[in-house]
Structures are given as C-alpha cells and as structure tokens.
C-alpha cells in the first residue's frame, strides 16, 4: 500500500469561484519511508492570483506560476493521477482539500474526471485535535477548543528538526523548487507526514 500525503494551496475557500495554485504530496510506503514526492503547480490568466487574503497565505506570485501555464492540463491529470483510489492524508484534508478538489477538478474540466474515486483518507486534524488540546490544557490550565493548526502540531511533538530533515529528502524528488516553511503546499505535505509518522508510533492511528 501506498500512502499521499498532500496539501493544495488555493486562491480561496470556495472552488466555484477560487483555483488551485500548488499540490504538494509526499508518498510513502506501508514502513514510512518516502518513496516519491513533488510539486503541481496551476496558473491561467485569469487565476486571481493576487487575492490579498490569499496570497499572504500561499506567497505565490504571478511570476512564480507563469512558467506552469503550459503544463496547466498535464498537471490536472496529474492531480486526478495522485487521488485516484489512493490512501490519502492530509491535514483537514477531509473537510477542505478533497472536497476542493473534487469540485475544481470537476469546474476546470467539465465532462472528465466524473468518476473520481478515493479508497481511503486519513486527516491528521481528526486524530490530533483531542492530543492538541489536551497538551494545551495542562500547559496553560485552561480549557481548550482549538482544533490546532500543523505548526501547533509540529511544535507539540518536538518535530521542527525532523520536518526540515524530511523536507530536503522530499525536496529531492521533487523536480520544481518549492518555499521552505509552512503554508508551502510541499512543506505542509512533508509537515502532515512526520505528524502522521509519530502518531502511528502512539497508535493514534493505524494502516
């Protein structure tokens, strides 16, 4: 078995109205061990790129994405490739990123990828928001409803170093450079993989 673990940087919440911009994915097998990983990357010229709320987030520009144009149709086949009946991970993944991609998959190319199908997901923010706000909860003596963001995760389990470790190992396979930190489709993808590592070793999830 072979797990994804992605993360898609958009131009906001809605894909009616936003596109897609950045898919970043780890896959790894059944042991753990990365064993391919990457960048898609979407620009047309009418993507509205420079949506302020947005574009804070992702840090992408219209520079950056312009030279993707001509790949614009290999990558949406790629995005189908890389979710179709796989195992896929993400962080609230479940919620935003599948169904985002479903619905823009669907927007872009009416007609195709009708019968996109995933075999399974897992999302991190299900399995770690209880041990997120239990950790905060005897930290601070106070209540706590907070789902917890990937950084807070990352942070609780004392994972900085190995992210970084990980993210030169995926950075690697990748053939386009990508920004290290957070909100870097790639770098949350590889982020979401080590959370995902740690919590199998807990048995806070299982294959």
Same mark, same amino acid.
């Given at each position: !078995?072979?797990?994804? +673990?992605?993360?898609?940087?958009?131009?906001?919440?809605?894909?009616? @109205? @936003?596109?897609?911009?950045?898919?970043?994915?780890?896959?790894?097998?059944? #042991?753990?061990?990365?064993?391919?990983?990457?960048?898609?990357?979407?620009?047309?010229?009418?993507?509205?790129?420079?949506?302020?709320?947005? &574009?804070?987030?992702?840090?992408?520009?219209? #520079?950056?994405?312009?030279?993707?144009?001509?790949?614009?149709?290999?990558?949406?086949?790629?995005?189908?490739?890389?979710?179709?009946?796989?195992?896929?991970?993400?962080?609230?993944?479940?919620? +935003?990123?599948?169904?985002?991609?479903?619905?823009?998959?669907?927007?872009?190319?009416?007609?195709?990828? $009708?019968?996109?199908?995933?075999?399974?997901?897992?999302?991190?923010?299900?399995? %770690?928001?209880?041990?997120?706000?239990?950790?905060?909860? &005897? &930290? $601070?003596?106070?209540?706590?409803?907070?789902?917890? $963001?990937?950084?807070?995760?990352?942070? %609780?389990?004392?994972?900085?170093?190995?992210?970084?470790? !990980?993210?030169?190992?995926?950075?690697?396979?990748?053939?386009?450079?990508?920004?290290?930190?957070?909100?870097?489709?790639?770098?949350?993808?590889?982020?979401?993989?080590?959370?995902?590592?740690?919590?199998? &070793?807990?048995?806070?999830?299982?294959?």
């Amino acid at each position: !078995m072979v797990l994804t +673990f992605f993360d898609i940087e958009t131009t906001g919440f809605n894909f009616r @109205d @936003d596109d897609i911009l950045q898919v970043g994915f780890v896959r790894a097998n059944e #042991e753990g061990k990365i064993i391919n990983a990457g960048n898609l990357y979407y620009y047309q010229p009418e993507f509205n790129v420079e949506k302020p709320d947005a &574009q804070r987030v992702h840090g992408l520009t219209r #520079e950056k994405l312009l030279p993707y144009e001509e790949d614009y149709k290999k990558n949406l086949a790629g995005l189908y490739t890389l979710l179709q009946k796989g195992y896929i991970v993400g962080k609230n993944s479940d919620a +935003f990123d599948i169904p985002f991609c479903k619905g823009w998959l669907t927007k872009v190319c009416p007609g195709y990828f $009708t019968n996109l199908t995933i075999f399974r997901t897992c999302d991190v923010q299900t399995v %770690m928001k209880s041990h997120y706000q239990l950790y905060v909860e &005897q &930290q $601070t003596g106070q209540r706590c409803t907070s789902k917890g $963001t990937l950084e807070d995760y990352v942070r %609780m389990l004392n994972l900085g170093d190995f992210v970084k470790k !990980m993210y030169d190992i995926a950075q690697g396979f990748a053939k386009d450079e990508a920004r290290a930190g957070f909100h870097d489709a790639l770098y949350d993808a590889v982020a979401t993989y080590c959370v995902w590592l740690v919590a199998r &070793q807990q048995n806070w999830v299982t294959l």
